[in-house]
């Protein structure tokens, strides 16, 4: 029955057609895997019959977009910060853009999560219900301190909920809703790249190691329990790579390498 359950899974076809990804299919027995564990622990069966099954091996692709420095700031100017909800999208994005947290996580924060004195923000119970402490930057606090001050105070309803990023009608985003929003503002920005906050998240990943910073530094940011998630991205910065590019290469200067040596080696025979 597990290995009919199994095969199933694998030609089952979505309604477009296409078959379901690696990822939801280890997704799926996953689920069925967990469920034997636990009858083994209560002694409701002897042995566990998904023990041998072979899982289907996980895709790691690439993220389809990142945004660049210039890119980025096009779509922070975008909120209309005269108005509290402007005001609340503008703190939400450079959020979004300075600390890379999931969608879920952002619409979760508390007010009493964001330590402005710190300039730090608590994510709390984040995927693998992990909690994990990590820096916002001066320019993120700045804007949610604003935003704290001059536009949450006429969002929040009474009794204040104490959620941080609040709707028009004083409630928690929907994180259906906020990937909407965000998405929106990338399209208008006229960047020409697909995404939403996850985008972000691949940003700031990306430059953070294109500026220099320790791949355990940045997983710590994003909240990843294995730094193999986290590897991802040293496959996506190239500031490393082209430099090792430009010296190495003969094609990569607009004069070959070969001809423009040959020649500093003849002048300097020359006298």
Same mark, same amino acid.
């Given at each position: 029955?597990?290995?009919?359950?199994?095969?199933?899974?694998?030609?089952?076809?979505?309604?477009?057609?296409?078959?379901?990804?690696?990822?939801?299919?280890?997704?799926?027995?996953?689920?069925?895997?967990?469920?034997?564990?636990?009858?083994?622990?209560?002694?409701?069966?002897?042995?566990?019959?998904?023990?041998?099954?072979?899982?289907?091996?996980?895709?790691?692709?690439?993220? =389809?977009?990142? *945004?660049?420095?210039?890119?980025?700031?096009? +779509? %922070?100017? $975008?909120?209309?910060?005269?108005?509290? #909800?402007?005001?609340?999208?503008?703190?939400?994005?450079?959020?979004?853009?300075?600390?890379?947290?999931?969608?879920?996580?952002?619409?979760?924060?508390?007010?009493?999560?964001?330590?402005?004195?710190?300039?730090?923000?608590?994510?709390?119970?984040?995927?693998?219900?992990?909690?994990?402490?990590?820096?916002?930057?001066?320019?993120?606090?700045?804007?949610?301190?604003?935003?704290?001050?001059?536009? =949450?105070?006429? *969002?929040?309803?009474?009794?204040?909920?104490? +959620? %941080?990023? $609040?709707?028009?009608?004083?409630?928690? #985003?929907?994180?259906?809703?906020?990937?909407?929003?965000?998405?929106?503002?990338?399209?208008?920005?006229?960047?020409?790249?697909?995404?939403?906050?996850?985008?972000?998240?691949?940003?700031?990943?990306?430059?953070?190691?294109?500026?220099?910073?320790?791949?355990?530094?940045?997983?710590?940011?994003?909240?990843?329990?294995?730094?193999?998630?986290?590897?991802?991205?040293?496959?996506?910065?190239?500031?490393?790579?082209?430099?090792?590019?430009?010296?190495?290469?003969?094609?990569?200067?607009?004069?070959?390498?070969?001809?423009?040596?040959?020649?500093?080696?003849?002048?300097?025979?020359?006298?």
């Amino acid at each position: 029955m597990l290995e009919s359950y199994q095969r199933s899974l694998y030609y089952k076809r979505k309604a477009d057609g296409k078959p379901l990804s690696f990822t939801t299919q280890a997704q799926r027995l996953g689920s069925v895997r967990s469920f034997f564990e636990w009858l083994v622990r209560a002694n409701r069966v002897l042995l566990d019959p998904t023990a041998t099954i072979e899982m289907p091996r996980e895709e790691h692709r690439l993220p =389809r977009a990142v *945004l660049s420095v210039a890119e980025a700031e096009r +779509v %922070l100017a $975008l909120p209309d910060i005269s108005t509290p #909800i402007g005001l609340r999208d503008r703190a939400m994005l450079e959020v979004l853009y300075a600390t890379g947290v999931r969608r879920a996580e952002l619409s979760g924060l508390a007010v009493f999560d964001l330590d402005i004195e710190r300039r730090a923000l608590m994510v709390r119970q984040g995927k693998g219900r992990k909690d994990r402490m990590i820096p916002t930057g001066e320019r993120a606090v700045t804007w949610c301190e604003r935003y704290l001050t001059d536009a =949450r105070p006429k *969002l929040a309803p009474e009794p204040d909920n104490g +959620v %941080l990023f $609040l709707t028009a009608t004083g409630l928690k #985003i929907h994180i259906d809703n906020l990937s909407r929003l965000i998405s929106s503002y990338v399209r208008r920005s006229g960047v020409g790249k697909p995404g939403s906050c996850h985008l972000f998240r691949h940003t700031m990943a990306t430059l953070m190691l294109e500026g220099g910073a320790d791949i355990r530094f940045v997983q710590q940011m994003l909240g990843h329990s294995n730094i193999s998630s986290t590897q991802l991205y040293t496959r996506v910065s190239l500031r490393a790579l082209e430099a090792v590019h430009s010296a190495t290469h003969p094609g990569a200067a607009n004069e070959p390498r070969r001809a423009r040596d040959g020649a500093e080696e003849g002048e300097a025979l020359h006298g």
